[in-house]
């Protein structure tokens, strides 16, 4: 018999789908096909109780596996009537059978053959089917008749799609939000009092109080407390260093007190007498002649004067750098203004705060409003998109971000979205289903596996279908 890949045309001609199990009264009546490593395993149960062959005839049963033109022959099972069988014995290189095949006598013919047929699996046979062929044969090997039904219409199982899981997180009792920045507020040498005009001083406290008249202009926004904290910079005394970052400080505080009429206490303040650790961001990020040895200093445990001076006096060239172009950087003031937001619950109003405010929701208002949309639209994806960009740092909405990359196949991004969404069992669910989709079922499955062991139901199908994919089985009796 032939075993090799040959043009099936003629074949599939006769092929039919219905009542797949008959051919032309040979009944299978259970099979299996499953791929085992890097061979295809066959294994059929053929009732042959009805099967009639003339003396001068040879029944010919051939399972092939057929994708497109493309088509493997796997061995047969021969049953030879009378005159065939003695003709053949004598002239066994002419017989329609031979090697591994199974061969018999039409009157010695089991009910029933159990078949097994192994073959090595090749990258084309990904989607065949599995066909049932009855050739009957004549003298000189002559086709009689021939006919073929489908036994499995797709080997193996269409690729597995798994429902993609949401987490709704826990709606926050109060909605607290902030807004900050730096001013480099200027100040004359020495000195501690605010003076408006002074060098750039207009533009650097309308930081500031920009940034309260936005926050008060706002409806749905109450200010519940603002803070603010000054820091110098190291070239001075650190005595007067501290006197100045507290008086600086305390100076801007009394001047938005007196704009805004803000009750005692309202704002809240403190200070650093030398910014060492923004002079070993800029020292860090230099590309100074001396930058280690300095680093060194500023990390070590000499006294904040001894460290300035040292620097100053061993590394001076780097020092008049540092002077000019980076120490007035370390004189600011830092703000944070804390407001409450009020609840929306409408999912008309979420769309519309989420379109031009999204910093105003929480994430349970965007999960409330996701409920809305279709699963898998791209105003679902976008949701989860704008909503990850507000909570950066939240697990969830980490989590939710790369179910909405998962869906959109954008799998490297979901697996960055993943790796910030801690390590509850729904992460390595989604981990998992990343790989199904991907048609990666061997990786997919410990994923899959110990997910369903730590709780999440919906790893059970999954499961299930990725271990059956390489699998199909039917049994009729």
Avoid at 119 to 131: A, H, R, T
Wanted: aromatic share 10%.
């Amino acid at each position: 018999m032939k075993r090799f890949i040959v043009i099936m045309t003629a074949l599939l001609a006769g092929v039919s789908a219905a009542d797949a199990q008959t051919v032309n009264g040979v009944t299978v009546e259970s099979y299996t096909m499953e791929r085992s490593g890097d061979y295809v395993i066959v294994d059929l149960d053929i009732d042959l109780s009805d099967l009639k062959v003339k003396g001068s005839q040879v029944a010919v049963l051939t399972p092939h596996i057929v994708r497109d033109t493309m088509s493997v022959a796997l061995k047969s099972v021969g049953v030879y009537g009378r005159n065939r069988h003695f003709y053949y014995e004598r002239n066994e290189e002419l017989a329609p059978t031979s090697g591994d095949d199974l061969k018999y006598r039409n009157r010695k013919t089991p009910d029933m053959v159990s078949y097994h047929a192994v073959i090595p699996f090749e990258s084309w046979m990904d989607g065949c089917q599995l066909v049932f062929e009855r050739e009957d044969c004549g003298c000189n090997n002559s086709t009689l008749a021939k006919q073929g039904n489908i036994l499995i219409e797709r080997f193996p199982l269409e690729p597995y799609v798994p429902t993609l899981l949401y987490i709704r997180p826990q709606a926050e009792p109060t909605k607290t939000r902030e807004v900050s920045g730096s001013a480099f507020v200027d100040f004359p040498v020495n000195k501690t009092d605010i003076r408006p005009s002074y060098r750039n001083n207009v533009a650097e406290l309308a930081k500031i109080t920009g940034s309260i008249d936005e926050v008060k202009a706002d409806e749905d926004v109450t200010i519940t407390s603002i803070a603010i904290k000054g820091y110098a910079s190291p070239e001075s005394p650190y005595q007067n260093n501290e006197r100045l970052a507290k008086g600086r400080t305390e100076a801007l505080k009394e001047y938005v007190e007196n704009l805004y009429n803000f009750d005692e206490g309202f704002i809240v303040t403190s200070y650093e007498p030398e910014d060492w650790a923004g002079l070993e961001r800029y020292v860090e990020a230099s590309n100074l002649k001396h930058k280690e040895a300095i680093l060194n200093l500023i990390r070590s445990d000499e006294e904040p004067d001894r460290k300035e001076w040292l620097i100053k006096s061993v590394y001076k060239e780097d020092y008049r750098f540092l002077l000019d172009n980076c120490y007035p950087a370390l004189r600011h003031s830092d703000y944070v203004i804390q407001y409450e937001v009020r609840h929306y619950v409408e999912p008309k109003e979420i769309e519309e705060v989420m379109n031009t405010a999204p910093q105003k929701l929480s994430l349970d208002e965007f999960y409330r409003l996701a409920e809305t949309y279709e699963s898998g639209s791209e105003e679902l994806n976008e949701l989860w998109e704008i909503a990850v960009r507000m909570f950066p740092a939240d697990e969830i909405a980490n989590y939710n971000a790369a179910n909405s990359a998962i869906a959109k196949g954008d799998f490297e991004r979901a697996l960055r979205y993943l790796a910030k969404a801690g390590d509850r069992p729904e992460v390595l669910y989604s981990r998992g289903c990343i790989e199904v989709l991907k048609e990666n079922y061997e990786a997919a499955l410990p994923y899959l596996k110990v997910a369903q062991e730590q709780g999440v139901a919906e790893a059970k199908p999954v499961v299930e279908a990725v271990s059956n994919h390489w699998k199909v089985t039917r049994n009729n009796r």
